[in-house]
C-alpha cells in the first residue's frame, strides 16, 4: 500500500504544478497588449475673444481763412517806438567815454604816432621824432626820423596795441597811453634812443641811459661805424 499511497501523492504534486504552471503562462502571453489604457485627448484652449476696437470720434477743424491780399506799395516804415526804460536802449559809441580798446593792424606815422581803425593815436609821455627830421651836421648829418620810424614798424610787426580811444574815430590826433601786451611802446622808444622824454613822464633814466650809451638819435648813423 505505501508504493501506491506514494505514487497518488506524487502524481498529485505534478498535477498541482502543471495546473500552476499553465496560468503562469496565461498571463505572460496576455501581457500589457491585452490591457486598455484610457487615454484622455488634450482640450485645446479657447480662443482669446477679439478686444472691442475703440471707436474715435473726428474733431471738427474751422475752415482755413486766407489772409486777404494787401497791397505792399501802401505799406509805410514807422520808427521803432522808444524803448521802454534806458537799460533796454543800445549805446550809442558817439556818447561812450573814452575806454581802453585793443586797436589791430597798426600803421607807424612815425617813431611814437600810430594809426588803427579809424583812430590817429600819440603815444603819451614821449617828444615824438618826426619823419622827416634830420640827425647830425654836414657830412655827418643823416634822416634820424626815418630810421626811427622804421625801428617802431618793426617794433610792432602789426601786433594789437590797447590805448584808450573815444568810442567813435574822429580826425583828430589823439594822446594816450598804450600797452603792446604787457610791454609800454613808449619806454622803449626812448629805451632806444628813438624818442625824447617828455618831461615828468618817468622816461628820464631811459633817455640818460641812451643817450650815455649812442643809440637811436643820440649816435651816428646806423652802419656808418
Given at each position: 500500500?505505501?508504493?501506491?499511497?506514494l505514487?497518488?501523492?506524487?502524481?498529485?504534486?505534478?498535477?498541482?504544478?502543471?495546473?500552476?504552471?499553465?496560468?503562469?503562462?496565461?498571463?505572460l502571453?496576455?501581457?500589457?497588449?491585452?490591457?486598455?489604457?484610457?487615454?484622455?485627448?488634450?482640450?485645446?484652449?479657447?480662443?482669446?475673444?477679439?478686444?472691442?476696437?475703440?471707436?474715435?470720434?473726428?474733431?471738427?477743424?474751422?475752415?482755413?481763412?486766407?489772409?486777404?491780399?494787401?497791397?505792399i506799395?501802401?505799406?509805410?516804415?514807422?520808427?521803432?517806438?522808444?524803448?521802454?526804460?534806458?537799460?533796454?536802449?543800445?549805446?550809442?559809441?558817439?556818447?561812450?567815454?573814452?575806454?581802453?580798446?585793443?586797436?589791430?593792424?597798426?600803421?607807424?606815422?612815425?617813431?611814437?604816432?600810430?594809426?588803427?581803425?579809424?583812430?590817429?593815436?600819440?603815444?603819451?609821455?614821449?617828444?615824438?621824432?618826426?619823419?622827416?627830421?634830420?640827425?647830425?651836421?654836414?657830412?655827418?648829418?643823416?634822416?634820424?626820423?626815418?630810421?626811427?620810424?622804421?625801428?617802431?614798424?618793426?617794433?610792432?610787426?602789426?601786433?594789437?596795441?590797447?590805448?584808450?580811444?573815444?568810442?567813435?574815430?574822429?580826425?583828430?590826433?589823439?594822446?594816450?597811453?598804450?600797452?603792446?601786451?604787457?610791454?609800454?611802446?613808449?619806454?622803449?622808444?626812448?629805451a632806444?634812443?628813438?624818442?625824447?622824454?617828455?618831461?615828468?613822464?618817468?622816461?628820464?633814466?631811459?633817455?640818460?641811459?641812451?643817450?650815455?650809451?649812442?643809440?637811436?638819435?643820440?649816435?651816428?648813423?646806423?652802419?656808418?661805424?
Open positions: 500500500m505505501r508504493p501506491a499511497a505514487l497518488v501523492g506524487v502524481g498529485g504534486l505534478v498535477l498541482v504544478g502543471a495546473i500552476v504552471f499553465g496560468w503562469g503562462q496565461s498571463e502571453a496576455s501581457g500589457p497588449s491585452d490591457r486598455q489604457v484610457s487615454v484622455t485627448p488634450p482640450v485645446a484652449p479657447e480662443p482669446t475673444p477679439p478686444a472691442p476696437k475703440s471707436e474715435r470720434v473726428g474733431r471738427p477743424v474751422a475752415p482755413t481763412i486766407a489772409a486777404p491780399p494787401v497791397d506799395t501802401q505799406l509805410e516804415r514807422v520808427a521803432p517806438r522808444e524803448p521802454l526804460s534806458p537799460l533796454g536802449a543800445p549805446e550809442d559809441p558817439a556818447t561812450r567815454p573814452p575806454r581802453e580798446t585793443l586797436l589791430h593792424r597798426p600803421v607807424a606815422i612815425d617813431a611814437g604816432t600810430i594809426e588803427a581803425e579809424g583812430h590817429r593815436v600819440a603815444l603819451e609821455g614821449i617828444e615824438i621824432v618826426a619823419a622827416d627830421e634830420i640827425c647830425g651836421e654836414g657830412g655827418g648829418s643823416w634822416p634820424c626820423g626815418v630810421h626811427a620810424r622804421t625801428a617802431f614798424r618793426n617794433y610792432l610787426r602789426g601786433r594789437a596795441i590797447a590805448c584808450t580811444v573815444p568810442g567813435t574815430p574822429g580826425g583828430e590826433t589823439i594822446v594816450s597811453r598804450c600797452k603792446l601786451g604787457p610791454a609800454d611802446p613808449a619806454e622803449w622808444l626812448v632806444q634812443g628813438w624818442a625824447h622824454a617828455a618831461p615828468g613822464s618817468g622816461y628820464e633814466d631811459e633817455e640818460r641811459a641812451a643817450s650815455e650809451a649812442g643809440r637811436g638819435i643820440h649816435g651816428a648813423a646806423p652802419g656808418s661805424n
